[in-house]
């Protein structure tokens, strides 16, 4: 599910296909976690399906429609097609941008802490790369605990850029698009929250916000074990002598920490049959419009409230949703919209 992936030489990482889990991809319980069914969805959804952390493409989906997350965890019968041609050219002009600026390896991993490793290592080259007088860097992972909520969350950046005389770094989110005009105003909210995200979680780590203890009993890994030989290897060719993921860690938090935050947020939507740029939207941070619909939404991850579908000016969304035969939202919505037309008929 996560290929482990390292940028060799010139710069940084990579974990191309861990940008998107597929919803029930990763939605494994801990194995040493032995539950009844019935317990077992008694449980969050957070706790069946995302046990120890959230990706920022988990929140994007539920920005589009929470109900149609909700069922593609729940109703696995309901065929969703995942990789359509379009979704695959999509992935195929990201890795090729990737591959433009860093190699990437694979790299042997034996356990839970190497896998983070990885992570780490990949960051830390996109961190080294700004240091010693490199501008960009593509697929930089990002983590931490937005807002306070005390969930993990893990987001991986499309593209970062240092400008060492100023000293900013903007980041630019690249969207492939089938159609050569801007998406709908749906579309861009829902691209401009996951920037927002990545904003967050970028800034904080170079704020200091995120801590290794964290991080280790968010994901049930011991920072002090050994890490696997490929790791120590690949970590050496960064210049980097570790034993540990705390070692990494240390490593890792101290040199982000001497970055600054990010200036400016762009997204870049590129056609993806000419490969034209369609456009560049910049997109306006709002700290706390971003903040209230994190807080909302982890209420729904946490069992504290029921999944909502769209709002009746969003019902062409349904049109497309593989769960529209099933789903009990929109046959709720539908019943209230004829109700109160017949209401005003009345009158
Ligand atoms: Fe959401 Fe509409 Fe799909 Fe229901 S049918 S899950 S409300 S998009």
């Not at 597929?22 to 706790?47: C, G, M, P, R, W």
């Not at 290592?121 to 007088?133: D, E, I």
């Not at 060719?237 to 990010?262: A, P, R, S, Y």
Request: aromatic residues 10%; negative net charge.
């Amino acid at each position: 599910k996560e290929p482990e992936t390292l940028a060799s030489s010139k710069e940084p990482e990579t974990l191309a296909s861990s940008k998107e889990p597929e919803t029930l991809a990763s939605s494994k319980i801990s194995t040493s976690t032995v539950v009844s069914l019935n317990d077992f969805q008694q449980l969050s959804l957070l706790e069946r399906f995302r046990p120890g952390y959230l990706w920022v493409t988990d929140l994007t989906k539920q920005n589009w429609c929470e109900q149609q997350l909700f069922y593609a965890f729940t109703i696995p019968t309901v065929a969703v097609v995942e990789d359509t041609p379009v979704m695959k050219a999509g992935t195929d002009y990201h890795l090729a941008r990737e591959l433009a600026t860093h190699d990437v390896v694979k790299v042997d991993v034996q356990s839970s802490e190497d896998i983070w490793a990885v992570k780490m290592l990949n960051l830390h080259s996109a961190v080294s790369t700004f240091l010693h007088g490199g501008n960009v860097a593509r697929e930089v992972p990002v983590f931490g605990a937005p807002f306070n909520e005390n969930i993990l969350v893990v987001g991986l950046i499309d593209e970062l850029r240092f400008d060492p005389l100023n000293y900013t770094i903007d980041l630019n989110e690249l969207k492939t698009r089938q159609y050569s005009n801007l998406p709908s105003h749906a579309q861009k909210k829902q691209h401009s929250f996951q920037v927002s995200l990545y904003k967050t979680l970028f800034d904080d780590l170079v704020k200091g916000r995120v801590s290794k203890q964290f991080m280790a009993s968010s994901l049930r890994i011991d920072l002090h074990k050994e890490l696997g030989g490929s790791i120590r290897e690949h970590a050496e060719k960064q210049f980097v002598e570790i034993k540990t993921l705390n070692d990494l860690m240390d490593i890792i938090f101290h040199k982000i920490q001497t970055l600054t935050c990010i200036s400016q947020v762009f997204i870049e939507y590129v056609h993806q049959e000419s490969k034209q740029t369609i456009g560049h939207v910049e997109v306006e941070y709002d700290v706390s419009e971003v903040s209230n619909l994190y807080k909302r939404y982890v209420q729904f991850w946490r069992g504290n409230r029921s999944a909502e579908g769209v709002d009746i000016e969003e019902a062409w969304k349904c049109q497309r949703c593989d769960f529209n035969s099933v789903c009990e939202w929109r046959e709720k919505k539908a019943k209230e919209y004829e109700f109160k037309n017949k209401q005003k008929n009345k009158l």
